[in-house]
């Protein structure tokens, strides 16, 4: 039940892009509202994925996983009934906030659940998971756009969610052992306010800048972001005695620093492979 969340969202981060000239055809998506189709889903889960941890900590694990992903499989039944482009984007932005909610959950219970050689099992089955999602997805999307079931065209890209997540949820409530932290950390809700705000502010002219060529209210919008940004990291400063959304001394490690600068780089150069490599099988010789 627990890799088949992790399933889910890994999926869904990468199916979606073999089925956008379907879904820009069928819906009349600019590109704008293309780019918000990936992005609307990555903002919720950047932003909310620390908050989410620790409302499991809080709260219990099983409990906020299957709240995570009740909400992650009515809006991907959302997504398969959108009209518009409009409606598809913002039941993204929802599946990403249930994404932010349910994942975190994975990795907690796993860790509590196993101990020794089985918890070894547990996390190599994880990272398998991992590997196989991010290949599957963009092949799972052109298979699923092309066979056009049902005369659904791309729609069963997010519908087939729907089945695997009602199984999450009834098998969840049965066979998952509920937990919660001893000493679980106190939210940090201004914290993850700010760093929604700055967050969106400094993508979202990065993204809708180039159609509307780049008029003065997106430089406006970028300062605004990083001055945002700069009362954030102000605030997490502050509270670095009181559970912080970001521990900031974390970064002076070479271990931490050097591992996340590695991570950053692989998502990256991954994202532009799987779009370029898309985008190259799409277009006709």
Same mark, same amino acid.
């Given at each position: 039940?627990?890799?088949? !969340?992790?399933?889910?969202?890994?999926?869904?981060?990468?199916?979606?892009?073999?089925?956008?000239?379907?879904?820009?055809?069928?819906?009349?998506?600019?590109?704008?509202? *293309?780019?918000?189709?990936?992005?609307? +889903?990555?903002?919720?889960?950047?932003?909310?994925?620390?908050?989410?941890?620790?409302?499991?900590? #809080? +709260?219990?694990?099983?409990?906020?996983?299957? %709240?995570?992903?009740?909400? =992650?499989?009515?809006?991907?039944?959302?997504?398969?009934?959108?009209?518009?482009?409009?409606?598809?984007? @913002? @039941?993204?932005?929802?599946?990403?906030?249930? !994404?932010?909610?349910? #994942?975190?959950?994975?990795?907690?219970?796993?860790?509590?659940? =196993?101990?020794?050689?089985?918890?070894?099992?547990?996390?190599?089955? +994880?990272?398998?998971?991992?590997?196989?999602? @991010? *290949?599957?997805?963009?092949?799972?999307?052109?298979?699923?756009?092309?066979?056009?079931?049902?005369? $659904?065209?791309?729609?069963?890209? =997010?519908? %087939?969610?729907?089945?695997?997540?009602? !199984?999450?949820?009834?098998?969840?409530?049965?066979?998952?052992?509920?937990?919660? @932290?001893?000493?679980?950390?106190?939210?940090?809700?201004?914290?993850?306010?700010?760093?929604?705000?700055?967050?969106?502010?400094?993508?979202?002219?990065?993204?809708?800048?180039?159609?509307?060529?780049?008029?003065?209210?997106?430089?406006?919008?970028?300062?605004?972001?990083? #001055?945002?940004?700069?009362?954030?990291?102000?605030?997490?400063?502050?509270?670095?005695?009181? !559970?912080?959304?970001?521990?900031?001394?974390?970064?002076?490690?070479?271990?931490?620093?050097?591992?996340?600068?590695?991570?950053?780089?692989?998502?990256? $150069?991954?994202?532009?492979? =799987?779009?370029?490599?898309?985008? +190259?099988?799409?277009?006709?010789?």
């Amino acid at each position: 039940m627990l890799l088949g !969340a992790e399933l889910m969202n890994m999926l869904d981060q990468s199916v979606v892009l073999t089925a956008l000239p379907a879904i820009q055809e069928s819906t009349g998506a600019g590109p704008a509202a *293309v780019q918000w189709l990936t992005t609307g +889903y990555s903002l919720p889960v950047a932003v909310g994925l620390i908050t989410g941890g620790r409302l499991g900590d #809080i +709260y219990g694990r099983r409990r906020i996983l299957l %709240i995570g992903t009740v909400v =992650f499989t009515a809006a991907s039944l959302l997504c398969g009934l959108a009209t518009g482009p409009g409606m598809l984007i @913002a @039941a993204r932005v929802l599946q990403g906030g249930g !994404a932010a909610v349910m #994942i975190p959950q994975v990795l907690a219970t796993l860790h509590v659940t =196993f101990d020794g050689e089985h918890r070894s099992r547990a996390f190599g089955l +994880y990272a398998a998971v991992l590997s196989i999602g @991010a *290949v599957l997805g963009p092949v799972l999307g052109g298979v699923l756009t092309e066979a056009d079931l049902f005369g $659904l065209g791309w729609r069963p890209i =997010f519908l %087939i969610n729907v089945p695997i997540g009602l !199984a999450v949820i009834l098998l969840g409530r049965k066979f998952i052992t509920e937990s919660t @932290a001893r000493k679980a950390e106190r939210l940090d809700v201004t914290g993850m306010l700010l760093s929604a705000l700055a967050v969106v502010l400094i993508v979202f002219p990065l993204t809708e800048g180039h159609a509307h060529h780049w008029p003065l209210w997106c430089f406006a919008m970028l300062a605004t972001g990083l #001055i945002v940004l700069a009362v954030f990291l102000r605030h997490q400063q502050r509270r670095k005695n009181d !559970a912080p959304l970001v521990v900031l001394s974390f970064f002076k490690g070479k271990a931490f620093s050097g591992g996340l600068a590695a991570q950053l780089l692989l998502g990256l $150069l991954s994202g532009m492979f =799987f779009m370029t490599w898309t985008l +190259y099988l799409l277009v006709p010789v």
